[in-house]
């Protein structure tokens, strides 16, 4: 009897180890009712990888998963998805690289931090929802004259491309750089006045805001990428807050300035035309 009792004993230690041992190896996607998702250790952090059993279109990312905080939505996530709108908690610091690729039915994002999203680390286009969706929801409130919190030192790559909703845009002297694609294709967005604690704008940052009129540049900016202002077709006025040998040392890039209006930059001691 004594001898059984043993064989079981150990039996039991053996099956303990082997379960152990299997899910600390375990790699497979878990999924709850809701989203699928993987455990990242290393990290220690959840990753969003999917919709997985959830029939919602309207889905809420939610902020941390099993005792783990969500900090990443991972490549080709919702690729294909029918969903219809999306909120993004504050604790998603990066959506990687095709994301949101080809969700045709997307209309709304919501957020509650906007500076957080400012610091978003976006894969590619794609990998942001508003590339689909025209609307973006700042506690439930539609976001048409945008207001970058105080604070804030860089717009993020792709931070608001094809936002089309967004009309004008309020930057403060916190932000020193904007990001690649930050406002391409606000087809909607009118003027703007970047701050003299701006030193670059990047590749492609306005890219296509068709009604784009007029800029506001301080004498700060030190570079303007490649396409920065491209396709800026409304644009007549550049408002330059320097000299015109000032501006004239400003390194822009390649077609910073293709198929815009016929615009005349404004400098404090006269004015250059296009």
């Known amino acids: 009897m004594k001898k059984i009792l043993s064989v079981i004993g150990l039996l039991l230690v053996f099956a303990l180890l082997f379960s152990a041992c299997n899910a600390a190896g375990?790699?497979?996607?878990?999924?709850?009712?809701?989203?699928?998702?993987?455990?990242?250790e290393r990290n220690n952090c959840a990753v969003i990888t999917g919709r997985g059993s959830c029939s919602?279109?309207?889905?809420?990312?939610?902020?941390s998963i099993a005792g783990y905080r969500v900090t990443k939505i991972a490549n080709y996530a919702f690729e294909k998805d029918d969903l219809e709108s999306i909120a993004i908690p504050g604790s998603v610091a990066s959506i990687e690289k095709y994301a949101f690729k080809d969700c045709d039915k997307l209309k709304s994002v919501f957020i509650t931090d906007l500076a957080k999203w400012c610091a978003i680390l976006f894969g590619n286009d794609y990998a942001n929802p508003l590339y689909y969706a025209d609307k973006l929801y700042l506690n439930n409130e539609l976001v048409t004259d945008l207001t970058i919190p105080s604070g804030v030192s860089s717009i993020g790559s792709y931070a608001f491309n094809r936002c089309s909703k967004l009309t004008s845009v309020t930057i403060p002297d916190s932000v020193k750089s904007i990001g690649w694609f930050a406002f391409y294709d606000c087809t909607s967005l009118r003027s703007i006045t970047i701050p003299d604690s701006v030193t670059s704008i990047e590749d492609y940052a306005f890219y296509d805001c068709t009604s784009l009129r007029s800029i506001t540049i301080p004498d700060s900016v030190t570079s303007i990428g490649r396409g920065a202002f491209e396709a800026c077709r409304s644009l007549t006025s550049i408002t330059y807050q320097g000299t015109q040998a000032q501006w004239n040392a400003v390194k822009v890039s390649g077609l910073w300035d293709?198929?815009?209006?016929?615009?005349?930059?404004h400098c404090t001691d006269g004015d250059i035309a296009k």
């Open 26 to 40: 375990n790699k497979e996607e878990l999924s709850t009712t809701d989203l699928s998702y993987i455990i990242d």
């Open 56 to 63: 919602d279109l309207h889905i809420v990312i939610p902020s």
């Open 258 to 265: 293709f198929l815009t209006g016929s615009y005349t930059i």
